[in-house]
T-cell receptor, first 113, second 113 residues
Framework: GENVEQHPSTLSVQEGDSAVIKCTYS??????FPWYKQELGKGPQLIID?????GEKKDQRIAVTLNKTAKHFSLHITETQPEDSAVYFC????????????FGKGTRLHILP | DAGVTQSPTHLIKTRGQQVTLRCSPI?????VSWYQQVLGQGPQFIFQ?????ERGRGNFPDRFSARQFPNYSSELNVNALLLGDSALYLC???WGTGGYEQYFGPGTRLTVT
């Protein structure tokens, strides 16, 4: 069935360093890949997304890359700050052909002072 | 503009009872999706509604049902509650169908005792 694997489950980086979270997906029909940030006691917040016709997308300190052949996609956060500490979820969707998002299990990111 | 709102914030129910959770989407959004998030896991898709019609259903038992009203708000009902139904229930709204650009509310924390 459809599955999204996410690694690592926990990640600690020094403030100012970069963080990378990697995901793989199983459904070759997936064409939309959002990333969500969830802080304690809050709902997931959409921070960036990428569609299958694009290989890379950047928004200030965050970027996503997509390799459709390998079914891999990654989130890169540069110049990390304390407010980046949260749980990050990758997800995949077929978009218009299917109406659900399949989420990974999440990565808890700790930014160390 | 207000984001997605959900009520109540917290709820405690007893096994066998029934519960109704409510969601108001972002103004202009016509689609509402419901997700269940168990502690330490990513959200799992339950339903999507668009223009009052069910557009998608996840692998949840028939005890779970939902509906969407003419003003695009939505209710999720769960009958015959089990201990395993304890979770954070998230509502997400989007402009159209599919998994594109879904924005989440803060969730309702349901505890079944």
């Amino acid at each position: 069935g459809e599955n999204v694997e996410q690694h690592p489950s926990t990640l600690s980086v020094q403030e100012g360093d970069s963080a990378v979270i990697k995901c793989t997906y199983s459904d070759s029909a997936s064409n939309y890949f959002p990333w969500y940030k969830q802080e304690l006691g809050k709902g997931p917040q959409l921070i960036i997304d990428i569609r299958s016709n694009v290989g890379e997308k950047k928004d200030q300190r965050i970027a996503v890359t997509l390799n459709k052949t390998a079914k891999h996609f990654s989130l890169h956060i540069t110049e990390t700050q304390p407010e980046d500490s949260a749980v990050y979820f990758c997800a995949a969707s077929r978009g218009n052909r299917d109406d659900k998002i399949i989420f990974g299990k999440g990565t808890r990111l700790h930014i160390l002072p | 503009d207000a984001g997605v709102t959900q009520s109540p914030t917290h709820l405690i129910k007893t096994r066998g009872q029934q519960v109704t959770l409510r969601c108001s989407p972002i103004s202009g959004h016509k689609s509402v999706s419901w997700y269940q998030q168990v502690l330490g896991q990513g959200p799992q898709f339950i339903f999507q509604y668009y223009e009052k019609e069910e557009r998608g259903r996840g692998n949840f038992p028939d005890r779970f049902s939902a509906r969407q009203f003419p003003n695009y708000s939505s209710e999720l009902n769960v009958n015959a509650l089990l201990l395993g139904d304890s979770a954070l229930y998230l509502c997400a709204s989007s402009w159209g169908t599919g998994g594109y650009e879904q924005y989440f509310g803060p969730g309702t924390r349901l505890t079944v005792t």
